[in-house]
């Protein structure tokens, strides 16, 4: 791998740390200013807004099983599976997509299947 | 890349290319014996079974446009937007991750939002 996909690699692996462990602070430092977010359920292109409920999200987390890490200088891609503690979502098998601008992530692209969290919605109470 | 990684990278476009002209003899060439392949839908222990209904899946294929191509020696992923003539599903989002070994794909892990399908399937009547 070229020094700029090392950097790449640092990069993800430090946001992805920092996101299972619920640090947003650490989480922040690696996106860039102009950011942009896309999952099946939201989107955002602001970093504070990604990151707000993400207590909420690790609390359901019990553990992250790395599948694939795939590292190019200015993108990435993580494969895993996240053991969830709520049964209707179970295991969510996920790919993220990563662009990545001196050395900082610019566009994340989450894919995963959606299905059992429209269940879980309809199941919170709406204000 | 290596050029190991760069026989992956021929082995994955050549599938890629082979599935979404609905080419099942081409792409089943691109798989190892051994195959076994997931999606939030459905999986397969077997190539042949795995190809099977290629025509109706392109059939509702309109065009393929890749985000993004990740090559390493045995691993590799694409992300792409099939748009589709399903109004109720319209751009798939999706990644897929393959293991190659050999110049042989042996595993396919597709992830993608099957929400929209869940729909499109209740809607088509059982035997």
Redesign the interface.
Known sequence: MSATADRTRDTVRAYHRARFRGDVPAAARTLADRFHFDS?LMASDDAEQHLAGLDMFVAIVERVEV??E???DD???L?YDVHTTIPVVGIQ???E?FRVSDGRITDI?L?????PW?TVMRAIPQP
Chains 1, 2 share one sequence.
């Open positions: 099946p599948i694939s795939l590292f190019a993108r990435a891609t494969v098998r996920t790919a997509h692209r894919i995963f299947d959606a299905t429209h």
